[in-house]
């Protein structure tokens, strides 16, 4: 009777301390400079709360939001839909400007190696890179994948979105031309993937990658207006389409069923 009685509580501690980390994910980074090792933080929730003590860890290296230099927002109340941004400094030194690296949210306390104490994580360059497995345990990512679009990073999705599929290249508002403007039907796509492109964008070239990051097709694309893709013989999942015009990159993602 104790045996079972022990297991019971147990499992009650693992599922408190489950929801504890899920009622946390409302705050979610939605913005990596690595160049410029600039981080904004975004709360999704519906609370007020004070994040000054939570915690950032880049290729095992970490530091607390409040030892960084706060660009702007209140870290103390943080406050439903609003952004709080930092430049992020570690022990170790300036770890985001690497080709490659991971970055993850913590709560204030806990072992970085235990998965419930991380609330977030996102990684570029390469996969498999610092704190990958916990972030892959808690289902925010999935194992060798990484973000492979021109720096810096944005997160383009809400609070329940996890993983590299929801990650693009911030642009600015220069940035947004024609290119932006290219479309892909239909999403999901089964047998063949159609893309439209504006007849005025020149120097152009199509590439797709999978979510692992290997290219499956590069094409150049200058003054095609829309072409198709056969996709029929493609393994299933999510593929990311990049066009390249100049200086200006779009993506834009579907799914091959």
Known sequence: ??????FYLLFALFCFGFSVQKSNAQFRIV???????RVKIKNFGTTTEDISAYRLCARFSYNALSSMTLLSGDLVN???DAEVE??????NGNVLTDASSDLGLYLPTGNFGVAANMIDFMQWGAGGIGREAQAVTNGFWTA??????????EFTGGTSDF????????LGVDDIGDVSKFSISPNPASLHLNIEIPGSVENAT????????KKVIEKEISGIQALSID????NTGVYIVRVTSDDVTQTKRFIKQ
């Open 86 to 91: 930092v430049t992020v400094s570690f022990s």
């Open 163 to 170: 993983g590299v599929t929801f990650w693009d290249t911030l």
């Open 231 to 234: 996709v029929s013989k493609w």
């Open 31 to 37: 913005e990596v400079d690595p160049s410029t090792e």
């Open 144 to 153: 060798g994948t990484f973000i492979n679009v021109t720096a810096p990073y």
């Open 1 to 6: 009777m104790r045996k079972k009685y022990t």
């Open 78 to 80: 943080f406050a439903p």
């Open 206 to 213: 199509l590439k797709v990658f999978d979510l692992l990051g």
